[in-house]
């Protein structure tokens, strides 16, 4: 139950694209495609951005979009806004009820 | 509206015990699978434990199985974790988090701190 590899940090000047990826193995992203991403905010709770690989609930900007390529997936947060600056976490399911979070990248709006 | 509240927690000596309790509201809690994830000071996510809507399905990750109990009550609409023989790497924020489907952890509580220090 290794924990996902995700870049320490991330940056970007406002209105510009960054990716920030994940890295697993084939028992846990690549395997599955069980791929969630939380936004978490110095202090508070993580929230839902991403599921399903690509998915968004309702009420996130179609801004943040996800994806997945092999044992990698990667969220792209489009057109950088000030309030996008946080903490981003992924997470995959890694069968047997098991569920694996990465180490988190914090996100600097430059 | 959804909330998830999560009450207990402080601080602990090493090998003590404590309960965490979640309680649910503005959602259907017996319908979800609930979990608890938590978060070392300056760290990432862990999950910690997971049970299904009915509470006969339990699952924990490799640290804490035998010392850690995750129990609801549907009726009273909360969450527990049940902790023993606390290290002081248990050290972390807890928060309880639901699951309604895709693997996915969707609402989260506030999360409560427990230290474990002597």
């Known amino acids: 139950q290794s924990a996902l590899t995700q870049p320490p940090s991330a940056s970007g000047s406002p209105g510009q694209s960054v990716a920030i990826s994940c890295t697993g193995t084939t028992s846990d992203v690549g395997g599955y495609n069980s791929v969630s991403w939380y936004q978490q905010y110095p202090g508070k709770a993580p929230k839902l951005i991403i599921y399903?690989?690509?998915k968004r609930p309702s009420g996130v900007p179609d801004r943040f979009s996800g994806s997945k390529s092999g044992n990698t997936a990667s969220l792209t947060v489009s057109g950088l806004r000030a309030e996008d600056e946080a903490n981003y976490y992924c997470?995959?399911?890694?069968?047997?009820?098991?569920?694996?979070f990465g180490g988190g990248t914090k996100l600097t709006v430059l | 509206e959804v909330q998830l509240v999560e009450f207990g927690g402080g601080l602990v000596q090493p090998g003590g015990s404590l309960r965490l309790s979640c309680a649910a509201s503005g959602f259907t809690f017996s319908n979800y699978w609930m979990n608890w994830v938590r978060q070392a000071p300056g760290k990432g996510l862990e999950w910690v434990a997971h049970i299904n809507q009915g509470g006969s399905e339990k699952y924990y990750v490799d640290s804490v199985k035998g010392r850690f109990t995750i129990s609801r009550d549907n009726a009273e609409n909360s969450l527990y974790l049940h902790m023993n023989s606390l290290r002081a790497e248990d050290t972390a924020v807890y928060y309880c988090?639901?699951?309604?489907?895709?693997?996915?952890?969707?609402?989260w509580g506030q999360g409560r701190i427990v230290t474990v220090s002597s």
């Open positions: 399903e690989v690509s």
């Open positions: 988090a639901g699951s309604w489907g895709s693997h996915v952890f969707d609402p």
């Open positions: 997470c995959s399911y890694a069968g047997t009820n098991n569920w694996v």
